[in-house]
T-cell receptor, first 112, second 115 residues
Framework: DTGVSQDPRHKITKRGQNVTFRCDPI?????LYWYRQTLGQGPEFLTY????????KSRLLSDRFSAERPKGSFSTLEIQRTEQGDSAMYLC??????????FGPGTRLLVL | AQTVTQSQPEMSVQEAETVTLSCTYD???????LFWYKQPPSRQMILVIR??????QNATENRFSVNFQKAAKSFSLKISDSQLGDTAMYFC????????????FGKGTSLLVTP
């Protein structure tokens, strides 16, 4: 069991640039979730996948945010035209036995 | 929509002592799950303990136990024999199937264990 991995761990970008984050879930987990965590707050849910199907995306923060999981394995989260308010930790989790979510280490984004 | 409230932003406890973190939630659902997750400084989120709402028995995991009061919609975490490694942010979390098992987090309680 290698756990959930995320890449990159840190990203610094300039306002207006596009960024893409990757998440590799635990291999046998079919459901994958994305969350955003701002400083001093609990994570907020963004979107989730069951295999390659994106079953909920209404909670994505704006149309600049999109996510994919094309082959039902890894997932990507893209933010277009980044803004300073997008600076946050982006967390990925996969759903295992007992409806328990296992989290990756997160990608910390800083938009200058 | 479900809300999760953690009324203690910060707490401190001495090593080997016991501390209780409070959590209340609001839902109209009858079937759901509750969790406590721990997020140590600069480290990833890990599960501490889980409780299924249909189970009356309070969950226990080694030094961690919960007091689940379904009617009062209360879910507190007790940490016994606190250790320095327990220093972390603790999140109370609600989940049910209606939201696709997405997690709904409280704002967290920052716990500091002192020598």
């Amino acid at each position: 069991d290698t756990g959930v991995s995320q890449d990159p761990r840190h990203k610094i970008t300039k306002r207006g640039q596009n960024v893409t984050f990757r998440c590799d879930p635990i291999s046998e987990h079919n459901r994958l979730y994305w969350y955003r965590q701002t400083l001093g707050q609990g994570p907020e849910f963004l979107t989730y996948f069951q295999n390659e199907a994106q079953l909920e995306k209404s909670r994505l923060l704006s149309d600049r945010f999109s996510a994919e999981r094309p082959k039902g394995s890894f997932s990507t989260l893209e933010i277009q035209r980044t803004e300073q308010g997008d600076s946050a930790m982006y967390l990925c989790a996969s759903l295992g036995v007992g409806e328990t979510q296992y989290f990756g280490p997160g990608t910390r984004l800083l938009v200058l | 929509a479900q809300t999760v409230t953690q009324s203690q932003p910060e707490m401190s406890v001495q090593e080997a002592e016991t501390v209780t973190l409070s959590c209340t939630y609001d839902t109209s659902e009858s079937n759901y799950y509750l969790f406590w997750y721990k997020q140590p400084p600069s480290r990833q989120m890990i599960l501490v303990i889980r409780q299924e709402a249909y189970k009356q028995q309070n969950a226990t995991e080694n030094r961690f136990s919960v007091n689940f009061q379904k009617a009062a919609k209360s879910f507190s975490l007790k940490i016994s024999d606190s250790q320095l490694g327990d220093t972390a942010m603790y999140f109370c979390v609600f989940m049910n199937s209606n939201s696709g098992y997405a997690l709904n987090f409280g704002k967290g309680t920052s716990l500091l264990v002192t020598p």
